[in-house]
Every structure is written in C-alpha cells, then in structure tokens.
C-alpha cells in the first residue's frame, strides 16, 4: 500500500534521499510496510533489541509541532498500529517509543520492544552499550514478513 | 484549567496516588500546567538538561494503544503544545520526545530539549552519564512560571 506523501521533500536530508523511503515497493529486506504517512522499516544495527522498528514520516518535518494536526495525528496512529503489531509478534513487557532526531532531523519513531531479559529493562536501553548485532537479508525478511501478519 | 481525566486510577501506580498529579492546583513548585489530559512538572533529577519535563496522562494507561484514538490524540496534542513552549523558551537545537515507562508503566513523556552544548548532542542523553542537578524550588518556580508564559 502507497499511503500519501505528508510535506514536501528535503534534498540534503538522508532519510529524504534513502530508497528504501523513497521506493514504495517491499523490495528491501528490511522494510515492513507504507503505513497512511510514514514507512516502517526494521533497524539495520540495533536488533540485539529484536524488533527495534523506526518509523520515518514521509516528507520532511523536524518537531512534531512542525506538523499539521491532521498530519500529526495519522503520524502518531501509524506508531500506535505498528507497536501494537510489534507487541502482538514479541510480547514484549513494555514498548518505547522515542523520537530523537539528533543525528538525522527528519521525524521518525524509534520503537523498542523491551524484555525481562534486556540489561537493564528498568532504564533506557541506550544507559547501556549493546552489540551491533548482524542479521542477514533473509532474517530481516522473515521478521519484517511477520510484523506485517500482526498489522 | 483542571482538565479531563481520562481514565481511571491504579491504586499501586506511583504516579496515580503521587498529589503533585492527583491535585489539581499548581502550589507544587515542579508543577508547570493542567493540560488537557495530561499534567506537566519539571523532571526533579533531570535539570542537566535544562528545561526536562514530565507530561504525565491523567487516569492510568501503559501503552499508546491502550487508549481510545480521541484521548490518544489529545496526550499527543498537549505533548505537541508543550513541546512547543519549551523551544520557545529554551531554544534547543532539537527537542526529544520519549515514551518510556519501563521503571512507571504510567503514560508519560520525556520532553528534553537538546542543546549544542550537550555532552553528546547527536545521541539519546541517556547514552552519557549525566549528574543530577539540585535545584532549589525558587528555581523550579521560576523556570515552571517562564514555561507557562509560552503555553
């Protein structure tokens, strides 16, 4: 599914100018789906927290006030629908939901299933140092394939 | 402005019975506004970052969509309002919008703007040890007061 592009693009930015947001298809291994304004995708080096899903606005946009209401809250309704696939497919303890935005100013969720078995599920899972734990093409396809199952 | 409760209370959730939410007054110095569904004070442990806020949701939920999308939209909005206020009256580079809830599974944001000066302004604050900064309650009244200005 094509969902609407939200605002305009932004051509130094690198989500803007990343296939794998710029291409509509499911081609890339990594990508989950097009939700309504935003495209999920799983986190190349962060999946030592598996499912760790970022979810980047289509368009470009830096706060969430930069966003119109409607803009925003279709934003936000594609997080909820996709952290409650990520908990249907996890079953997780708790789910974060971060937008940062300090390295790229492009609006996008970080969403992180968290477990009883993280270091330190009470903190941040950044307090910590984790693993760059790597996953080959066809694990990210088949955990994308069963994120999808749970939208 | 006393607004809306949400939802119902949890009567072991430490956020439901703490009287800095549960009163509708702003004696509390932390206490910077009643938002719509939700209730804003300055992080006590947290003024490192200067201006880290709390918005705490009235009424116990865990996980965004555990909410009604009308009450969802309105935690979102007064988040958005809130964030807004705290740009203009710190003027960060970047604000940070976080969801947490592993140690309160209570739904609450984490609004931090973010400065150059930071000690690593391209990562999650967490990633760095920070020290709790003391402040006194002239000074979270006066900052809380500065806040309310620009609501």
Redesign the interface.
């Known amino acids: 599914m094509q969902g609407e592009v939200a605002i305009g693009e932004k051509q130094d930015c690198p989500f803007c100018v990343n296939p794998i947001f710029k291409d509509s298809s499911l081609d890339h291994p990594r990508k989950i789906a097009e939700l309504e304004v935003s495209t999920a995708v799983l986190g190349r080096t962060e999946q030592y927290f598996r499912g760790y899903t970022l979810l980047v606005l289509r368009g470009h946009a830096?706060?969430?006030?930069d966003l119109d209401?409607e803009t925003?809250?279709k934003f936000?309704?594609d997080?909820?629908?996709l952290?409650?696939a990520l908990?249907e497919t996890f079953h997780p303890i708790?789910?974060?939901?971060?937008?940062?935005?300090?390295?790229v100013?492009h609006l996008h969720w970080h969403l992180i299933p968290?477990r009883h078995t993280d270091p330190d599920?009470?903190?941040?899972i950044?307090?910590s140092p984790f693993p760059n734990v790597q996953l080959s093409d066809d694990d990210f396809q088949s955990m994308a394939h069963e994120i999808r199952g749970h939208l």
Chains 1, 2 share one sequence.
């Open positions: 830096t706060e969430l006030f209401p925003r809250r936000v309704e997080a909820t629908r952290a409650s908990a708790k789910m974060n939901y971060c937008l940062l935005g300090n390295t100013e968290r599920p009470k903190r941040p950044w307090e």
